[in-house]
């Protein structure tokens, strides 16, 4: 059965080309009399999916919100996050403090909230009091005393045991002398030291029996001077014991307060006993201002941060934190989500310790949210990869790249791991999304919950009036003039344009908060008191205007007739093919002309575009269907005799899409019927094998852009454009266009087949098959298939004949 389909086609109705918004499902005059918008319009999946994903504890139900730019993510998912901030933990405040036994792993405290910047300062406090207290203690009599005590013990020792060697040897008849040198010993006689001179008078046995005396005494009198340094040492160790117990005295009052504060913290008394012990150590560096008298407040306050070994990092501070914390990063690099370790420059050298890590953004948002822009997290380097890591991981570990990558020639910190209770918060388009799902394996695992923001909602009474409430709530935010009623169905109407789709409204709150702005902008520069639909309509027009000029020239080029696009009289294989340039937000229609040339042959139909690589897949595709159609229908049960191309004239870019279909479709058959094609149509629509015509994308402003060439060059009356059924409910079309069609100078044509375009671009009926599968002569189908037939012939006649013309063969062949 052949799938012709004609009928008689009339012109759109007036009522079909726009969708105005009915004022009595609006109810009000004003927006000041609606009560703003509670809900989220059209989210409820959405919602329900963010709701979920805050209120599941289990790992790896980190969130992706998915939404076009502009959409209202954002808003969206500030009033969800501000509706159920439930910490997902008991906040803590995050430190670090000094590892004294290894300074390069600092050690990590996890505090409640409010504790650590306490601490930081009892911590200074305290090392304030210890530089007062320490030096007044070293200057008290009672350490003096002892002080002055120990070293006369020590020197009355050592004097004592000089007189006991003195006197032996005085007994021997030798004198101990105490030179600038030390101590000698030399022989006597009459307690008279003898000269050189004299011992050489001496006989020589008691010149014999002297030495051998003061041989012995100077043994004696060496292992005297062996044992000084052990008992300067002693003296020493009894020293340091002395200042250790009065450091102790000091010190241990000091820390007991402190202890007792954070009594209920084991990690911070396992550290201030660490504290306790180093300052005992080296409780010299607080004696340096001993003999200065009493220290002044002021500079013992001064003094005290120099002691950074003994000071507290707090790298999260949620003392003021009531909820659970939301952050958003508008930078997630590496470092701003990790955090960092800080250098100082001193004497040409970096150095660096706990005091300068520096908390990112995983540490602000733990027992919270974080909310990052999934573009931006991977067009930064190592930075999606390290928040992979971290998400498995369940802890932050602070690490530079040079660490990371093995390039550091220093030694670098090692900061005690962090662990993580975050929920990380992805915002994106679809593209974005369905990528990572099928080219990361471990994003799955790790954002499990999608939240999915509707485009768009049905317009019905109900989600008009809530629609109107939403308008409420941006003039509410915007502190912008109230709406009148038609105002308000002003901005809806151009929703529903916006959404390509008369049915529906365009939930992009970008979109509608910039045309409210801009309205309220006209209204008041009338010192209006509110903004009226004039002002929403010239807002519309001003917004068009200021990226206009590209569509101007477009069509400057066509009135000029430098690109060539008729809109009178008739030719064969031509027609007026419409497209659509998207320029960002705005897009526009043009009019282009399409040929087609048909001969005999058996190649099918030849895409030039595709042949000069400028055509796209899609377009290719709307071709090879076209030439499969054609094969179809006139050709099912014989050869087809067909060769033909087409082109989209004047075309220097790239072609993609099948929505010139119909007109490509429409110009190979005026060839093949040398009927020639109505040149006041242009024409739009995808042709399947069957066709049928089917629905196209812009086609609001394709049909705007025909007009526009057609009202410059003057309005005759016959002007039109032909469009797929299916996108009648699409049509929202500008008010000067209705108006030429409601005075019957211009018309716009809905079809279901092709047949019905083909009957009204080259104005003769299409013609269906009888019972013997012959179509009507006079009709376009029925000539050409006499082309067809025609060729088929002569095909035949010219294999006959190139077969004749061959040589016999003999028989010995």
């Not at 030179?179 to 010993?185: I, K, M, Q, V």
């Not at 990690?267 to 504290?275: G, K, M």
């Not at 090879?624 to 179809?632: E, P, Q, T, V």
């Not at 149509?681 to 007009?707: D, P, Y």
Request: aromatic residues 8%; contains cysteine.
């Amino acid at each position: 059965m052949d799938s012709t389909h004609t009928k008689s086609i009339d012109p759109l109705a007036i009522e079909a080309l726009y969708r105005p918004c009915n004022l009595d499902d609006l109810g009000f005059d004003t927006t000041d009399e609606l009560e703003p918008l509670a809900d989220h319009l059209g989210q409820d999946r959405a919602v329900e999916a963010l709701r979920f994903g805050m209120g599941i504890r289990h790992d790896g139900y980190n969130m992706f919100l998915l939404g076009s730019a502009g959409v209202g993510k954002h808003e969206l998912l500030a009033e969800i996050l501000d509706q159920g901030r439930e910490p997902l933990s008991s906040l803590l405040d995050w430190c670090y403090v000094n590892n004294f036994d290894q300074p390069h792993r600092p050690i990590m405290l996890a505090l409640p909230a409010g504790t650590g910047r306490a601490f930081r300062e009892d911590m200074l406090h305290t090392v304030e009091d210890l530089l007062i207290s320490i030096p007044a203690a070293f200057q008290s009599e009672e350490y003096q005393s002892q002080v002055q005590d120990l070293a006369e013990r020590y020197t009355q020792r050592e004097q004592e045991a000089f007189n006991e060697l003195s006197e032996k040897a005085k007994d021997k008849g030798v004198a101990l002398i105490q030179t600038p040198n030390g101590y000698t010993l030399a022989p006597t006689r009459d307690d008279k030291i003898l000269s050189p001179a004299d011992f050489e008078t001496l006989p020589d046995a008691e010149k014999q029996r002297q030495m051998e005396i003061v041989e012995s005494l100077k043994e004696e009198l060496k292992a005297i001077v062996r044992q000084l340094p052990q008992w300067v040492k002693e003296g020493r160790e009894k020293m340091r014991d002395l200042n250790r117990e009065y450091s102790k005295l000091v010190i241990d009052q000091l820390f007991q307060d402190l202890k007792l504060k954070y009594e209920s913290l084991p990690e911070v008394l396992n550290y201030l006993e660490a504290v306790k012990t180093n300052v005992i150590e080296n409780v010299d560096a607080f004696r340096q201002t001993e003999g200065e008298g009493d220290l002044p407040a002021e500079m013992a306050h001064t003094k005290a941060r120099e002691f950074r070994h003994y000071s507290v990092n707090v790298l999260v501070d949620n003392s003021e934190q009531k909820y659970a914390p939301v952050v958003h990063e508008d930078n997630p690099s590496f470092i701003n989500l990790v955090g960092r370790i800080e250098h100082l420059s001193q004497y040409g050298t970096l150095i660096t310790d706990f005091n300068l890590i520096q908390p990112g953004a995983l540490h602000q948002a733990n027992g919270g949210y974080l909310v990052l822009d999934a573009a931006k997290v991977l067009t930064n380097p190592f930075a999606w990869d390290a928040l992979k890591r971290i998400l498995k991981a369940r802890e932050i570990r602070i690490q530079s790249l040079e660490q990371m990558f093995s390039f550091a020639s220093t030694i670098q910190l090692e900061p005690e791991p962090i662990p993580l209770n975050t929920k990380v918060i992805l915002t994106g388009d679809r593209h974005i999304y369905y990528l990572l799902q099928q080219f990361d394996p471990e994003f799955g695992q790790l954002f499990k919950v999608a939240a999915d923001m509707s485009e768009d909602t049905a317009i019905e009474e109900k989600s008009v009036r809530l629609f109107a409430r939403l308008v409420k709530t941006l003039q509410t935010r915007h502190q912008l003039l109230p709406l009148e009623r038609g105002a308000v169905a002003r901005v809806i109407e151009q929703c529903s344009r916006n959404i390509e789709d008369a049915e529906k409204l365009s939930l992009h709150i970008g979109s509608l908060s910039d045309l409210l702005r801009e309205s309220d902008y006209l209204a008041r520069q009338n010192n209006a008191e509110t903004i009226t639909r004039a002002d929403v309509g010239k807002a519309v027009e001003a917004g068009i205007f200021r990226v206009d000029q590209l569509r101007e020239r477009s069509h400057e080029h066509i009135l000029r007739e430098i690109q060539l696009v008729d809109t009178e009289g008739a030719k064969i294989a031509q027609v007026n093919g419409l497209s659509v340039y998207q320029l960002g937000n705005y897009a526009f229609g043009k009019p282009t002309r399409i040929t087609a040339t048909t001969r005999l042959g058996s190649g099918g139909v030849i895409d030039i575009e595709r042949e000069a690589k400028l055509g796209g897949r899609i377009h290719s595709k709307g071709v090879m269907i076209i030439s499969s159609f054609l094969a179809s229908r006139y050709s099912a049960d014989r050869p087809h005799s067909l060769a033909a191309t087409l082109a989209f004239e004047q075309s220097y870019g790239g072609v993609e899409g099948d929505s010139a279909s119909v007109a490509e479709l429409a110009a190979l058959i005026s060839s093949l019927s040398r009927i020639p094609v109505y040149q006041h149509f242009a024409a739009t629509g995808s042709v399947n094998q069957l066709g049928q015509v089917q629905a196209i994308g812009g086609v609001n402003e394709k049909v705007e852009g025909f007009f526009d060439i057609c009202s410059a060059r003057g309005l005759n009356g016959k002007q039109g454009v032909i469009i797929p059924s299916a996108n009648r409910k699409h049509l929202m079309l500008r008010e000067d266009v209705v108006a030429a069609a409601r005075e019957r100078q211009f018309a716009i044509y809905a079809v279901e087949y092709i047949d019905e375009a083909l009957e009204i671009l080259l104005g003769t009926p299409a013609g269906e098959k009888d019972t013997e599968g012959n179509y009507p002569k006079g009709s376009i189908n029925g000539k050409v298939m006499a082309c067809l037939d025609d060729w088929t012939a002569k095909r035949k006649n010219f294999s006959s004949s190139e077969h004749d013309d061959q040589p016999g063969r003999g028989d010995d062949e």
